[in-house]
């Protein structure tokens, strides 16, 4: 009887581990290089910057493996017109080898000078490059049947409270967000060497509407979690974990072109 037992418990321990029941599942770190790139469009030419991306650089794009993550215009974009985009890659050396092949591309090059006969479609480009927080949920790139609203967040630390930041969003905010109706989309923090690489903390949700966000945030910092989580990680850090007007937000819409809508 007994060895009977003993191999019915090892039957049931190999299902378990097939069925990948017997320990919680891991999830691949995401060593992706990705970089956030704004374009401040010059008067006038912002819709003929959309026409640019739409026809010609989406494509160029990803005929150098360069990946587009997703493309979003500001909701009050009138007086500095810009476009926000997110691209990824697998290094910095497979982004460099990219944009050269890119920059280098005939087709690119037509596409560029046709573009800007009558002028010059971009006066200002700001770049930043991101590495993935070990919190932040995998980027989706896809579609929604409702239309959603993105909102970029970008925090500044206080001096050495990054990692009490970075370790509140990861043992309390995500979840408290999620529970509100706030979509964690993506978590980064400046790439080692870039401006920001020490207190900065930038990321994107989620929302149904602006509405909604004003709604959910309402509900957030009144949830009795919140509020001990904030009080417990700023008694351990010695005070506020952001800087004075640290905390950022922007509001975004995503483009007819972007892979994510």
């Not at 990219?98 to 046709?114: L, T, V």
């Amino acid at each position: 009887m007994e060895p009977m037992l003993n191999r019915l418990c090892l039957s049931l321990l190999a299902v378990v581990a097939f069925l990948g029941l017997g320990s919680p599942a891991t999830t691949a770190a995401d060593t992706q290089c990705y970089e956030l790139r704004i374009y401040h469009a010059a008067p006038g030419k912002l819709d003929d910057l959309h026409q640019r991306f739409r026809n010609h650089t989406l494509s160029l794009f990803e005929k150098h493996g360069i990946k587009s993550k997703g493309y979003w215009v500001p909701i009050q974009n009138a007086e500095d017109p810009r476009l926000f985009f997110l691209l990824a890659y697998p290094s910095r050396a497979a982004r460099e080898a990219s944009w050269k092949a890119f920059g280098d591309d005939p087709a690119w090059q037509a596409a560029f000078k046709a573009s800007e006969a009558n002028g010059g479609l971009v006066q200002k480009v700001e770049q930043l490059f991101l590495s993935a927080t070990d919190y932040s949920p995998e980027v989706q790139t896809g579609t929604t049947k409702a239309r959603r609203v993105f909102e970029f967040r970008d925090y500044t630390a206080s001096p050495g409270n990054l990692g009490h930041l970075n370790a509140r969003f990861r043992d309390h905010t995500l979840e408290l967000f999620a529970k509100h109706g706030i979509q964690n989309w993506g978590y980064w923090n400046p790439a080692a060497g870039e401006p920001g690489a020490d207190n900065r903390l930038v990321y994107l949700v989620t929302h149904a509407s602006t509405d909604a966000a004003k709604a959910s945030f309402g509900a957030f910092g009144q949830d009795p979690r919140w509020k001990t989580a904030r009080e417990a990680s700023e008694k351990a850090a010695g005070g506020s974990l952001t800087v004075q007007g640290g905390v950022k937000s922007t509001f975004l819409v995503a483009t007819d072109y972007s892979p994510t809508r």
